[in-house]
C-alpha cells in the first residue's frame, strides 16, 4: 500500500522557517514526480509545489515562489520542503502526494504561521 506521511509543521511566527519531510513507501518513490499540496482552514486543497523523479526540475504556485524550496531525497524516500519567510496565510495543513493524485495523500502535517 502506499503511505505517505508528512511531520515537520508547528507554530512559528511570521518571518520565522520550517522544513517540512514526507516519508514515502509502498511504491518506487524515484519513479514518480511528487508534489506538495496545502488546506488552509475552512478551504479547498492548494497545489503548492511539484518535483520530478529524478529532482531536475520543480514547479511553484506563484504564492510561495522565492520562499518556498522543494527538494527530494531517493535514496532515502523521502521528499522535503523548505519554507522561509512564512506569512498567516501560509497556515495550513500540508500534504505531499504522487503528483496529479491529491488523493494518495497521507497523514499531513499542521503549519500554523502566527505571532
Known amino acids: 500500500d502506499v503511505q505517505l506521511q508528512a511531520f515537520g509543521g508547528g507554530l512559528v511566527q511570521p518571518g520565522g522557517s520550517l522544513r517540512l519531510s514526507c516519508a514515502a513507501s509502498?511504491?518506487?518513490?524515484?519513479?514518480?514526480?511528487m508534489s506538495w499540496f496545502r488546506q488552509a482552514p475552512g478551504k479547498g486543497f492548494e497545489w503548492v509545489s511539484t518535483?520530478?523523479?529524478?529532482?531536475?526540475?520543480?514547479a511553484y504556485t506563484d504564492s510561495v515562489k522565492g520562499r518556498f524550496t522543494i527538494s527530494r531525497d531517493n535514496a532515502k524516500n523521502t521528499l522535503f520542503l523548505q519554507m522561509n519567510s512564512l506569512k498567516p496565510e501560509d497556515t495550513a495543513v500540508y500534504y505531499c502526494a504522487k503528483s496529479g493524485d491529491i488523493n494518495s495523500r497521507g497523514q499531513g502535517t499542521l503549519v500554523t504561521v502566527s505571532s
Open positions: 509502498g511504491f518506487t518513490f524515484r519513479t514518480y514526480a
Open positions: 518535483m520530478n523523479s529524478n529532482g531536475g526540475s520543480t
